[in-house]
């Protein structure tokens, strides 16, 4: 069986990364733009490179892409796991679930375009 080997996106404190190394995988980064997960996620898994960074742009799947072949190069299984922020889709807010959708729609163009062997998206469902 090959191993597998986690990109953990909008990561906030790290707790996809417990489930991830817990079950034997390798988290090869995880990212978040809140400076205050971050460091969190970096004092609880000081052994993963935890990036602060923006997730969003057009370009950015690039980077991921060769971080995805890189790893894939030496025998691993890819996992993409993301977490946009979902405040806006929730049924619990008032704000215009539409607000919610570029980053989740990113997230999709970016698993495209990369081509992980497996990925997943943890979301809530929009309000009507």
């Avoid at 404190?13 to 190394?21: E, H, P």
């Avoid at 733009?33 to 960074?53: G, K």
């Avoid at 890819?78 to 539409?98: F, M, V």
Wanted: proline share 7%.
């Amino acid at each position: 069986m090959k191993p597998v080997a986690v990109l953990d996106l909008f990561c906030g404190m790290g707790g996809f990364t417990v489930g991830a190394v817990n079950a034997g995988a390798t988290c090869i980064m995880s990212v978040d733009n809140w400076n205050e997960a971050c460091a969190v996620h970096r004092t609880n898994h000081p052994e993963i490179p935890v990036t602060q960074m923006e997730l969003g742009h057009p370009d950015h799947w690039r980077f991921f892409k060769r971080m995805v072949d890189e790893w894939r190069r030496m025998g691993y299984h890819i996992h993409i796991h993301g977490s946009p922020p979902c405040q806006a889709l929730s049924n619990a807010s008032t704000r215009n679930a539409e607000e919610g959708m570029p980053l989740v729609l990113w997230y999709h163009d970016l698993v495209e375009n990369c081509e992980p062997d497996a990925w997943r998206m943890e979301n809530v469902r929009p309000g009507r």
